[in-house]
């Protein structure tokens, strides 16, 4: 039926489409951004496969249409890392624990995960289950993502960082 | 699981809203966090023609104390209450209940006033708002009217609400009563954050010689919607609130309620468990 | 061999895999992630009723809608392909990826509509019109079997599709001597390991190659499905997969889009939705009737058992049947049980099809043998630990050879739970349990001990279906070194999470010496590769793991010869160390990685006379102790290693609401040696959470009508950070005899324990009570209403 001009901006950069109304974000951002990094669960919200930021608080984009987020700021997996072939202090905590297998919802968990450590720089493992609650994963049994985050937040803490929030976030 | 197609429209004021509301008829929904709505849309269960999306409605956002209660605009984020000050302070009982909510993900995005209009029957709001005698203002293009929580929730997933109304605001009542006032919200669900399978709420008023000056009780999940429990209050009121009290009151409560049988729970599972929730609402509301 | 963990360069420590870098970056590359031009979207139709009649499919309306390139029935795919196979000898049980003339399942895909976009295609499927006649039907397995039950499939005559009796050893005479018997009936409602990825495949028909391309996690069958040759199919392995768990075969999805990709002549992506998944992607998992009695003594120790297993597996059999079969190489579990008499029965339901699941039928197998083993205890009033000690079978027992002709090749299953009950400090859980108790609470421990077959030799396969006589189950991998000296190795199957690339590498950089992360492992397609059997059985660490060991050694023992010609000396004299050579005697000679590398590459008149230029190799290893047939009486070798685990876990029950809370959860493990302990223990956390699903929360519910209830997320409930708990893992290494590095396979573990220790605690909980429950999955309203019926009885 409608087609709407959108423009927002994604991983710190302006982008623009022209899209149905019935088109969710997170086909959005896979099919016509290509960026592929944010997966598809379950498309009806309990999953959290599809997590992202927007407006700077984590959101299932698989519940958001695209023409929702015209004027948003939208971060992705692909916009945690601090430059190409580099890895944030959270994202390398995760491969120095190996807090992901088939990295299907790794995504989604980091993403969560990055919120949480913008919010909270000393987290205690309830606070960490609670900020991944929402974020399955069938894979690892979460401890070793616990685990993960736990350490990045004290990497970060140890360096005296506060975690990088993206696009002026 | 992609929506059957619709025409979307942001409207930036109520009143334009309501006007479209007012064309559009039936075949227009609200969309406001879309944490319900979007999931039944992916699953075919809702089609609407016209989504109306209000989440760029300023008036609708905010919450304030005035005339000792504590307004909350409808589209005000679960997450923005769960934070808000007002609320942890004239509140309390909101505030515990909106824990339960969802998780932290969808409380980003749902709203107060989605989950009260949704009228899921063990939704959370729901109860804190039949918990409190709360009012509810609907808004049309015919103009405004204000329904009690009492008369508000139908039928599961049926509200008062007209088809070209819109809920702009929930007013709580504030308790103003001398001595403590303490709230207790208990809940259970198969996982932690899943919908409640039974809920209970209890905000009490406890005098300074300990006896309950005043108290209401809501127990969700085991009716066709949220219940108050009348008949429990009064065998609580004005006793010190004892085990051999909690256990009466516990009982009422059990032949009280009219549960839904599903597959998730028997109609003897939820009585029960409605039963043991009031009495640890009760006494999570005294310890508090 | 208590313990002795050789020491290796690599093997066995900490490594990051190579895998996860691409995956955190946000570039993986799943199935949905590829984009051809012009590929077109399928979506399904799915059939509402359990059994029906397909009368009549008017689909005019949906082939008009602007997008629509073609609507297909089962009919067009009948005519087209051929059947799938069963495992089983069942050739008048035809399976197409569509239903064909009759719908046998609530969810079961009847059409597929193919446009140019998935939402377009959904549409369509909305304008299609089929009408269908409803036929009797039938979802309780037992009533299937029983005399006038509708017959899921007419032309078979009955609803069973297996059924044998073994008998391994006196167990006549062992039950009429035993002073002791018990009979219980355990029952594992349906639950699957339900992947976050759904199952999706995308396909392509090269018109000028004569090509099939399929980029999916299947294998074989495919080209024979479509009357293509092998060698017109190629499938893409380096396709990341998001999950498996056994579940993803995926053939009919492959053979659909296939089809329609040649018949399109455009790419086609089938990416079930998760409404598609749950009801009609056929991949259900273990849904069986344990009805089992053991005899024993009044010390405890088990004589000899009898297990009928009765497994529902939908309205169709793949592979599914079979995971009554490969329970049979552990049959006695850890237990020194003299005779077993087994009968398994498969039969069919109008359910939907189940798929292979983690431990491929031994997870349940192991959850009826404990809940005897605890039902012993109690009937004896000995401790559960004690008696389980009793029974286990000891170390100086291995090589162990059990009543069905498996030969358990080593363990030290007592040094294993002392290990989990140690760092559980199972004093102070008893303690604690008896202090929660006496404030009021449910309070319970929960002990299991299990076996993980690992190395997937499928003689369950020629056992069960005698005209299967397949020996060979085999894993190849071909390893070359280029000519700057980079080692690239190539194995022949896709991963879905396991990190088979690091472990190629961790053990081909342990026998070449040279640093695992400058090893890049690749996943050939299914041209190129050298054989495989899919990362079934927990087989890779074993199958891969030798076959990429016996490549590197090849390699190696080339390079040896090389340095042996050119520096004059024999082996003997030879020093090889991190890939350089040098003179045993007289370290300043030498051939560096470099120097060898470009002789075998560029210098041909260097080389040892016969030699191929260039530095590759290539081996094929077939399963250790495999090869052989059943025997008449049904004994055969099954899996060659036996992994171990011991589970403690201690649960608080809610009087009134039934919900368990695990509050403390050990696991002692001993896979042997572990070529990544990082890996291998993120596997068995993730299938310790498999297995709290099973046990408290998953399950597949049909009601009475054949309706599937739990058919999306909103009620098929998979565990959350929130129910699995903190879980500590003890490890214990008894090598394998029988394997290159000593390692057997772990893929498994966790799941196949956890459910038997899970509900070891939930009884231990309610016992005070009197109460006891052995079936899964114990959600809260069924321990709720046990307690309800206990406190209105007691009234």
Known sequence: MSQHEIALRVNGERRTGRVPARLTLVDFLRDELR????????????????????????????????????????????????????????????????????????????????????????????????????NLCRCTGYKQIVDAIALAAERLRGANLRQERRDGQ | MK??????????????????????????????????????????????????????????????FTAGAVAIRACTRQAAALADETVRLHLPLLEKALRFVGHVQTRNRGTIGGSLANADPAAEIAIVALTLDAA??????????????????????????????????????VWSEEGRIGAGFQEVSVRQSDFALSAAAAQIALGHDGTCRRIALCVGGASATPQRMKAAEERLLGTRLEARDLADAAALVHDAVNPLEDHHASRRYRRRVAAALVERAVAEAVAA | MANEVPAFRYIGRKRRPAEDRRFLAGSGRFVADLALPGTLHVALAASPYPAARIVRIEADAARALPGVRAVVTGAEIA??????????????????????????????????????????????????????????????????????????????????????QFVWGPVEADFAAAPRHIAYRARWHRSATVPIETFGVLARWEPGARLLEIWASIQDQLARALRLPGNAVRTHFDVDVGGSYGGKRGLKHAVLAGYLAR?????????????????????????????????????????????????????????????????????????????????????ATNKTPEEAVRGFGQSPTNFAIETGMDLIACDLGLDRIELRRRNLIPREAFPYLIPSGSTYDSGDYHAVLDKALAAADYPGLVRRRDAARAAGMLAGIGISCCLEPSGGNSSFEPLLNPKRDATTWME??????????????????????????????????????RDPDTIRVVHADSLSALPSNSPVGSRMAIMLGTAAADAAKKLKAKLLAIASHDLRLPLDGLAYRGGDISVASDPGRHLTWDQLVDIAHSKFHRLPPGTEPGLQALAVAQVPTGGMLPTADGRVQMYPCYAFEAHVVYAELDRVSGQTRLKRYVCGHDCGVMINPDIVHGMTYGGIAHGIGAALYERFAYDGNGQLISGSFMDYLLPSAHEVPDITIVDHCTPSPITSFGQKGSGEAGYLGAPAAIASAVNDALSPLGLHIATLPMTPDVIGELLAEAEERKR
């Open chain 3, 263 to 347: 018949r399109l002549n455009a790419p086609v992506r089938l990416i079930e939705d998760r409404l598609e998944n749950l009801r009609g992607g056929d991949a259900h998992g273990p849904d069986r009737i344990f009805d089992v009695s053991m005899a024993f003594d009044e010390t405890g120790l088990v004589r000899a058992m009898r297990m009928r297993a009765l497994d529902d597996v939908g309205a169709y059999a793949g592979r599914a049947p079979f995971q009554l079969g490969k329970p049979i190489g552990a049959i006695v579990g850890p237990y020194h049980i003299n005779s077993v008499a087994y009968e398994p029965i498969s039969v």
């Open chain 2, 3 to 64: 929506a059957v197609d619709f025409d979307y429209e942001r409207p930036r004021s109520v009143a334009a809203l309501c006007g479209r509301l007012a064309e559009a008829g039936a075949d227009a929904k609200i969309l406001a966090g879309g944490q319900t709505l979007v999931p039944l849309m992916a699953m075919r269960l809702a089609r609407p023609s016209l989504l109306l999306d209000i989440n760029a409605i300023a008036e609708l956002q905010g919450i304030a």
């Open chain 3, 476 to 513: 190849g991998c071909q390893i070359k070194v280029d000519l700057s000296g980079a080692v690239i190795a190539a194995m022949g199957t896709s991963s879905s999470g396991q990190g088979h690339e690091t472990l190629a590498s961790t053990i081909i950089g342990e026998v070449l010496e």
């Open chain 1, 35 to 134: 960026l592929t990094g944010t997966h598809v669960g379950c498309e009806h919200g309990v999953c959290g496969a599809c997590s992202v930021l927007f407006d700077g608080k984590p959101a299932r984009s698989c519940l958001l249409f695209a023409v929702q987020a015209d004027g948003a700021e939208i971060v992705t997996v692909e916009g945690l890392a601090p430059g190409t072939e580099e890895l944030s202090v959270l994202q390398d905590s995760f491969w120095e624990l190996h807090a992901l297998q088939c990295g299907y919802c790794t995504p989604g968990m980091l993403i969560a995960a990055h919120a949480l450590l913008l919010e909270n720089s000393a987290p205690t493992e309830h606070d960490i289950r609670e900020a991944i609650g929402s």
């Open chain 2, 136 to 173: 509810m203002t609907a808004r049309s293009a015919s103009g405004e009217r204000t329904i009690a929580a009492a008369d508000f929730f139908h039928a599961p997933m049926e509200t008062a609400l007209a088809p070209e109304e819109c809920l702009t605001e929930v007013r709580f009542p």
């Open chain 3, 79 to 164: 005519a087209a392909t051929d059947p799938l196979m069963s495992g089983l000898d069942l050739p008048k049980m035809l399976r197409y990826p569509l239903a064909v003339g009759q719908a046998r399942y609530v969810g079961e895909w009847v059409l597929a509509v193919v446009a140019e976009t998935r939402a377009i295609a959904e549409d369509a499927v909305e304008l299609v019109d089929i009408e269908y006649e409803p036929l009797p039907y039938v979802v309780d397995p037992e009533a299937a079997l029983g005399p006038g039950a509708p017959l899921v499939h007419a032309e078979l005559g009955t609803n069973q599709l297996l059924r044998r």
